[in-house]
């Protein structure tokens, strides 16, 4: 997310649940310093899903615009002009305090409209076009829920050697988003495998090499990482062999393990 969290399209006008929860007003810093202090962090759900349940340490993956109270035409993060859902862990700080608290218990279908104070958002500091001491309004979509661990899934079982930590594995794979877009891959003709050590100081990002443990040789596996053991918060740049993956992006291998030793 640009600024570090975001949420969905405005939603439609279906039965509306307003939650407020308690908070304080403002004071005054010094003599020409107002500062909202208000903590009121205001929940209406749109439309209530009736998917998975949001709770901290998943992966959350949404669809959102962020507005200004103070002007909503001014429309400062979207995940839509990114043109990519926006993934990250519930709850372990990846996003502003407003979001971390306002999404638990959302439900995957559901459609939420947040009002994020500036004590659950970004305070007195100037992010991007976000002012200083802004109120922000998020419309977002929960799309998915997941674990924050990898998933594996054996599509042919091998019958040679098995990675363990601490293997010396071969391996030929192809990297994909969630929509199917491919980022990345090394199977095809006159590509070399990628040679590691399967654990800590591998190499390569800590969901492949999990991923790994307990493959045999002559096994296919597809493996999904959340952003949490991918790239995380900041994401990768392209290069000439592979594009660049977003920020907070959950990570889809199909990998082939050549040798283990």
Do not use: H
Request: with cysteine.
């Amino acid at each position: 997310m640009q600024f570090r969290l975001s949420a969905i399209w405005i939603a439609v006008a279906f039965a509306t649940l307003t939650i407020i929860i308690v908070g304080c007003k403002g004071t005054t810093v010094g003599p020409d310093i107002p500062t909202n202090t208000d903590s009121t962090l205001i929940i209406t759900d749109r439309v209530v899903g009736t998917g998975a349940r949001a709770d901290s340490g998943l992966v959350l993956t949404v669809q959102y615009i962020g507005r200004l109270k103070s002007d909503t035409t001014i429309k400062f993060d979207s995940s839509f002009a990114r043109r990519a859902p926006f993934s990250f862990v519930l709850g372990n700080n990846e996003v502003i305090k407003g979001w971390d608290s306002a999404l638990v218990g959302m439900r995957v279908g559901g459609r939420r409209r947040i009002e994020v104070p500036p004590t659950l958002g970004y305070g007195l500091a100037q992010q991007g076009p976000i002012p200083p001491n802004s109120t922000l309004i998020f419309d977002i979509e929960l799309l998915r829920v997941d674990s924050n661990i990898v998933k594996i899934q054996d599509l042919v079982m091998g019958v040679g050697a098995e990675a363990t930590t601490g293997s010396s594995v071969s391996v030929l794979y192809t990297g994909r988003f969630v929509n199917g877009t491919q980022f990345d891959s090394n199977d095809g003709p006159g590509r070399s495998p990628l040679n590691f050590f399967v654990g800590l100081g591998s190499g390569v990002i800590t969901g492949m090499s999990d991923g790994l443990v307990g493959m045999r040789v002559g096994g296919r596996r597809r493996i999904t990482i959340p952003p949490a053991l991918g790239y995380g918060t900041k994401g990768t740049d392209g290069n000439s062999t592979t594009n660049g993956v977003p920020p907070s992006t959950i990570l889809i291998f199909d990998i082939r393990l050549i040798s283990a030793n």
